[in-house]
């Protein structure tokens, strides 16, 4: 059974900085793209940022680009976001996500594994 476990998040005031990780059981994914998204209350579930299997190619949210971070260690085959300067529209739930091929595209429609999803919110 391949599993997609998230750790991290939780509660911060604006400004402060969280981790999420994700870590892949049951296969490994060093060969593939991986992604994360989020999905505020009441909206779409929307894409956040995502790497290429060997980290060398990443893309983010232009709402995200210059304060989160993307990456992966395929050694522990786990994949990570830090979130600096974190905004109180950030407030969602992230979900991690792998995908079948090796670069990462920006459709959830693209990525048949998720993780089970972690609480983010950021206090004003």
């Known amino acids: 059974q391949v599993l997609l476990v998230q750790s991290g998040g939780g509660l911060v005031q604006a400004g402060g900085s969280l981790r999420l990780s994700c870590a892949a059981s049951?296969?490994?994914?060093?060969?593939?793209?991986m992604g994360w998204f989020r999905q505020a209350p009441g909206k779409e579930r929307q894409f956040v940022a995502t790497?290429?299997?060997?980290?060398?190619?990443?893309a983010y949210a232009d709402s995200v680009k210059g304060r989160f971070t993307i990456s992966r260690d395929n050694a522990k085959n786990t994949l990570y976001l830090q979130m600096n300067s974190l905004k109180p529209e950030d407030t969602a739930v992230y979900y991690c996500?792998?995908?079948?091929?090796?670069?990462?595209?920006?459709?959830?429609?693209?990525?048949?594994?998720w993780g089970q999803g972690t609480q983010v919110t950021v206090s004003s």
């Open positions: 996500a792998a995908q079948l091929q090796p670069w990462g595209t920006t459709s959830a429609n693209d990525y048949p594994y």
């Open positions: 049951g296969r490994t994914f060093s060969s593939n793209a």
């Open positions: 790497i290429s299997w060997n980290g060398g190619s990443t």
